[in-house]
């Protein structure tokens, strides 16, 4: 199969750092979005990896190992208003279709 | 409007009744994709529109889902004959060029099936 898997919830302070795993099988893509879903809204980009190494935006960065089938989403300096799902997708090689994980609930407190 | 909208926002239909979702992708994107989120699981693919190419309809999960998109702009996804499973929100997308680039996706049009 093309299981993208990442953890189903989180909880870090504000002001912290958290940091998301996502592992795919190594077969079968050719790269790994990211996306932010706050509750009721509709999911919002926030980075693609198609090479390995480390993608730095602002708070957000996004890591990816193809050998490995592994990336990551490191958000640092959370902020209440980082409460959100975050997906993992995988685009496949075959069909350039996105397979999503069900995603990581991330519970920021004060 | 700059974004990808859905109509309605919520639907609520008996069990057996048809209903149609729209989606209005930005303008000038040429390729449309439909999902299904359902509670704890990840974004479903349905069905996806590129171009004036033929829709691939692999993931939809039974006859009774069908979509159109006319004029290589709106789209109509309709779920005839409505069951309790198909409750979920209905997610639609849509992306400029090449599958590298980023999908932009509308609010969802949140669906209950009584």
């Known amino acids: 199969g093309q299981n993208i898997d990442q953890p189903t919830e989180m909880t870090a302070t504000e002001g912290a750092i958290v940091q998301i795993n996502c592992t795919y099988q190594?077969?079968?893509?050719?790269?790994l979005f990211w996306y932010q879903q706050h509750a009721g809204e509709a999911p919002t980009f926030l980075s693609y990896?198609?090479?390995?190494g480390l993608e730095e935006k602002g708070r957000f960065s996004s890591f990816l190992s193809r050998s490995k089938g592994y990336s990551y989403l490191l958000l640092k300096e959370l902020q209440m208003k980082d409460s959100a799902s975050y997906l993992c997708a995988g685009l496949r090689s075959n069909d350039y279709k996105l397979s999503f994980g069900a995603g990581t609930t991330v519970t920021v407190r004060a | 409007g700059a974004g990808v909208s859905q109509s309605p926002s919520n639907k609520v239909t008996e069990k057996g009744k048809d209903v149609e979702l729209r989606c209005d992708p930005i303008?000038?994107?040429?390729?449309l994709y439909w999902y299904r989120q359902s509670l704890g699981q990840g974004l479903e693919f349905l069905i996806y529109?590129?171009?004036?190419?033929?829709?691939?309809k692999s993931g939809l999960p039974s006859d009774r889902f069908s979509a159109e998109r006319t004029g290589g702009s709106v789209s109509t996804l309709t779920i005839q004959r409505t069951q309790q499973e198909d409750s979920a929100v209905y997610l639609c997308a849509s992306r400029r060029g090449t599958p590298y680039n980023e999908q932009f996706f509308g609010p969802g049009t949140r669906l209950t099936v009584l």
């Open positions: 529109f590129q171009g004036n190419s033929a829709p691939d």
């Open positions: 190594t077969s079968g893509f050719n790269g």
């Open positions: 303008s000038g994107h040429t390729a």
């Open positions: 990896n198609v090479l390995d």
